[in-house]
């Protein structure tokens, strides 16, 4: 199985491009990105693009893959709306476009979040703008498309956030895991389990289009 990788420098994206290099049935990882990842694995290609407006430039490196696991998100804390649907939305829509064109039979996976907004009307604006570009990916004529939704994600292997206030909060929230596992374990799941859940339904398909935590812990 051929896969790309998008946002392989943040948090979920390290465990995701972690699970697919050590995953026997995934040949080549392709991994897009505006900075290198700095590593180097047999399995391992890395294109560096800056215009996440434009993959056009791209189009003849990325046919004939399986599958795309698209990881790449910021926080819309501090932002307008317009600049977080510009990141969200429109990044999101111009990889996915191409990709749909260039490999109908590929399975799309978009990082989405606990509380998205379906229906684009809702009061929290990160919300209806996930939801927004949720059901703009369902619509893309791929062989299947998965909206994962986790909650908390604990970060295993040495994982860091790249975001710094993500990466104090965590060091505050860390010893709180294991309780949390308990008291919520539909919520909370794992960098290991979300990549272990990506490539799963990147192989197997699922009924579902939604994969909220618990989902995501029975996959991985």
Same mark, same amino acid.
């Given at each position: 199985?051929?896969?790309?990788?998008?946002?392989?420098?943040?948090?979920?994206?390290?465990?995701?491009?972690?699970?697919?290099?050590?995953?026997?049935?995934?040949?080549?990882?392709?991994?897009?990105?505006? !900075?290198? &990842?700095?590593?180097?694995?047999?399995?391992?290609?890395?294109? %560096?693009?800056?215009?996440?407006?434009?993959?056009?430039?791209?189009?003849?490196?990325?046919?004939?893959?399986?599958?795309?696991?698209?990881?790449?998100?910021?926080? !819309?804390?501090?932002?307008?709306?317009?600049?977080?649907?510009?990141?969200?939305?429109?990044?999101?829509?111009?990889?996915?476009?191409?990709?749909?064109?260039?490999?109908?039979? =590929?399975?799309? %996976?978009?990082?989405?979040? =606990?509380?998205?907004?379906?229906?684009?009307?809702?009061?929290?604006?990160?919300?209806?703008?996930?939801?927004?570009?949720?059901?703009? %990916?369902?619509?893309?004529?791929?062989?299947?498309?998965?909206?994962?939704?986790?909650?908390?994600?604990?970060?295993?292997?040495? %994982?860091?956030?790249?975001?710094?206030?993500?990466?104090?909060?965590?060091?505050?929230?860390?010893?709180?895991?294991?309780?949390?596992?308990?008291?919520?374990?539909?919520? &909370?799941?794992?960098?290991?389990?979300?990549?272990?859940?990506?490539?799963?339904?990147?192989?197997?398909?699922?009924?579902?289009?939604?994969?909220?935590?618990?989902? &995501?812990?029975?996959?991985?």
């Amino acid at each position: 199985m051929r896969t790309i990788l998008f946002g392989a420098t943040g948090m979920v994206g390290q465990g995701v491009l972690r699970e697919c290099l050590a995953d026997p049935d995934i040949t080549q990882v392709l991994v897009i990105g505006r !900075s290198s &990842i700095g590593q180097s694995h047999p399995q391992l290609r890395e294109i %560096i693009h800056k215009n996440f407006e434009d993959f056009s430039p791209l189009e003849a490196e990325l046919s004939g893959y399986d599958a795309c696991f698209f990881c790449l998100g910021v926080s !819309s804390a501090g932002m307008s709306e317009p600049a977080y649907r510009h990141v969200t939305y429109d990044f999101t829509l111009a990889a996915a476009k191409l990709l749909a064109q260039l490999n109908p039979n =590929m399975t799309f %996976i978009y990082v989405s979040g =606990m509380g998205t907004d379906s229906t684009e009307k809702g009061r929290t604006m990160w919300a209806r703008v996930k939801g927004e570009t949720e059901n703009a %990916i369902l619509r893309l004529p791929f062989k299947a498309a998965y909206m994962f939704r986790p909650g908390g994600i604990e970060p295993l292997d040495g %994982i860091k956030p790249k975001n710094k206030w993500l990466r104090v909060l965590l060091s505050v929230t860390s010893p709180l895991f294991p309780l949390l596992k308990r008291l919520f374990p539909d919520s &909370i799941t794992t960098t290991r389990k979300v990549g272990r859940a990506m490539i799963k339904l990147a192989k197997d398909g699922n009924p579902k289009k939604w994969i909220e935590s618990r989902d &995501i812990n029975q996959l991985g």
